[in-house]
């Protein structure tokens, strides 16, 4: 069985394509990863699949010079595609969203080749929308997805949010150990996603400062890039415990030392902290359609997880919260406690056998 997997060049579409590779290998005669051009520097670790880079581009409804010549890229890109399949013939098609896949996903249909999309958050973007009309299968991360997409729902499969196999929980010592952290003390860990939130960073960053007690206290901040200097400062200055890192692939580590998180709410941040089991405060990106909000309340809405709006994100906000978190113990552990209500599946696992079905 030959299978071509295309994906945009975010983290959020690219690791769970990565997972899906990975699950494939030992069944699947030929693997090809399909990337925009654009991925190229990200040093993509597939040592089991062929990788091939194409033209890709975001477009919007305006007439400008960027979006004409993005135009033109996203045709050659969909030529390059065609010719991939042509040469390729796979026998599945598989996409993970973004305007990347539309051309790959229609050649497939336009050829009688079997196709699969999956779609990581709750709300389905625009290409996935689309596709779903076209696609053999459907599958979601959540079952909340459903709703949101106009096609039977004999095509759609549930299957979850394939992860990064690594992501395992650690012995607490062993986790507290790699970042020097001492057993007694509250670990808070703090993300703004793969691209980083200067908003979000300069938040924390005074909310932590404005605490009474920050000797009990110690925080993984992933800053992103171009935060990370003006950080670096900000925190040497302080008597404080932290682990600051531009980016942080060792994620395993910092989920299973983790009492709080706070962070975006991403898909794969929510698959993430329902497979840890972490208690959250969620400041949902607040464009791309409200993708981030509706992912961030199926852990609200089950007790799991506080939501502070962008736009309502304050000092004074962010640390009524760490107060109410830091002064009830069982506050927390209700929280967690909260996640039981979910399953999580080995949505790797899952999503290759609805591939491989379709053979």
Same mark, same amino acid.
């Given at each position: 069985?030959?299978?071509?997997? *295309?994906?945009?060049?975010?983290?959020?579409?690219?690791?769970?394509?990565?997972?899906?590779?990975?699950?494939?290998?030992?069944?699947?005669?030929?693997? $090809?990863?399909?990337?925009? @051009?654009?991925? @190229?520097?990200?040093?993509?670790?597939?040592?089991?699949?062929?990788?091939?880079?194409? %033209?890709?581009?975001?477009?919007?409804?305006?007439?400008? =010079? #960027?979006?004409?010549?993005?135009?033109?890229?996203?045709?050659?890109?969909?030529?390059?595609?065609? /010719?991939?399949?042509?040469?390729f013939?796979?026998?599945?098609?598989?996409g993970?969203? &973004?305007?990347?896949?539309?051309?790959?996903?229609?050649?497939?249909? $336009?050829?009688? +080749?079997?196709? +699969?999309?999956?779609?990581?958050?709750? +709300?389905?973007?625009?290409?996935?929308? /689309?596709?779903?009309?076209?696609?053999?299968?459907?599958?979601?991360?959540?079952?909340? !997805?459903?709703?949101?997409?106009?096609i039977?729902?004999?095509?759609?499969?549930? !299957? =979850?949010?394939?992860? #990064?196999?690594?992501?395992?929980?650690?012995?607490?010592?062993?986790?507290?150990?790699?970042?020097?952290?001492?057993?007694?003390?509250?670990?808070?860990?703090?993300?703004?996603?793969?691209?980083?939130?200067?908003?979000?960073?300069?938040?924390?960053?005074?909310?932590?400062t404005?605490?009474?007690?920050?000797?009990?206290l110690?925080?993984?901040?992933? &800053?992103? !890039?171009?935060?990370?200097?003006?950080l670096?400062? @900000?925190?040497?200055?302080?008597?404080?415990?932290?682990?600051?890192?531009?980016?942080?692939?060792?994620?395993?580590?910092?989920?299973?030392?983790?009492?709080?998180?706070?962070?975006?709410?991403?898909?794969?941040?929510?698959?993430?902290?329902?497979?840890?089991?972490?208690?959250? +405060?969620?400041?949902?990106?607040?464009?791309?359609?409200? %993708?981030?909000?509706?992912?961030?309340?199926?852990?609200?809405?089950?007790?799991?997880a506080?939501?502070?709006?962008?736009?309502? /994100?304050? *000092?004074?906000?962010?640390?009524?919260?760490?107060?109410?978190?830091?002064?009830?113990?069982e506050? /927390?552990?209700?929280?967690?406690?909260?996640?039981?209500?979910?399953?999580?599946?080995?949505?790797?696992?899952?999503?290759?056998?609805?591939?491989?079905?379709?053979?």
């Open positions: 069985m030959r299978v071509l997997v *295309v994906s945009g060049s975010s983290g959020g579409h690219i690791f769970p394509a990565l997972a899906l590779v990975d699950a494939l290998k030992d069944s699947c005669a030929d693997l $090809l990863l399909v990337l925009p @051009k654009r991925s @190229k520097d990200n040093n993509i670790p597939v040592g089991f699949a062929q990788i091939k880079y194409i %033209h890709a581009a975001a477009l919007s409804f305006n007439l400008s =010079g #960027r979006n004409i010549a993005g135009a033109c890229s996203f045709l050659l890109g969909a030529w390059e595609g065609m /010719l991939i399949i042509l040469k013939r796979p026998d599945v098609v598989v993970f969203g &973004s305007l990347n896949t539309v051309a790959l996903i229609f050649w497939a249909w $336009l050829f009688r +080749i079997k196709t +699969i999309i999956h779609e990581q958050n709750v +709300i389905p973007g625009r290409a996935n929308r /689309l596709l779903a009309k076209l696609a053999d299968r459907v599958a979601v991360s959540f079952s909340q !997805t459903n709703k949101y997409l106009n039977s729902a004999k095509k759609i499969a549930v !299957t =979850g949010n394939p992860l #990064r196999k690594d992501l395992i929980l650690i012995d607490r010592k062993q986790a507290l150990d790699f970042f020097k952290f001492k057993e007694g003390k509250f670990n808070i860990l703090i993300t703004g996603g793969s691209q980083g939130s200067v908003k979000l960073n300069s938040v924390c960053f005074e909310a932590i404005a605490y009474p007690k920050k000797d009990g110690q925080l993984i901040h992933i &800053s992103g !890039t171009r935060d990370y200097p003006r670096k400062s @900000k925190y040497g200055s302080l008597d404080l415990s932290c682990g600051l890192f531009e980016f942080f692939p060792a994620m395993q580590y910092a989920y299973s030392v983790a009492d709080l998180v706070i962070c975006r709410s991403g898909a794969a941040t929510i698959s993430e902290l329902q497979k840890f089991r972490i208690p959250a +405060i969620l400041i949902p990106y607040p464009f791309a359609y409200g %993708h981030q909000e509706a992912n961030a309340r199926i852990l609200a809405d089950a007790g799991a506080l939501i502070i709006k962008d736009e309502e /994100l304050s *000092v004074e906000k962010l640390s009524d919260k760490l107060n109410v978190f830091l002064a009830d113990p506050k /927390l552990e209700a929280m967690r406690q909260a996640y039981a209500q979910f399953s999580v599946p080995d949505a790797s696992c899952l999503l290759a056998k609805e591939v491989l079905s379709l053979n």
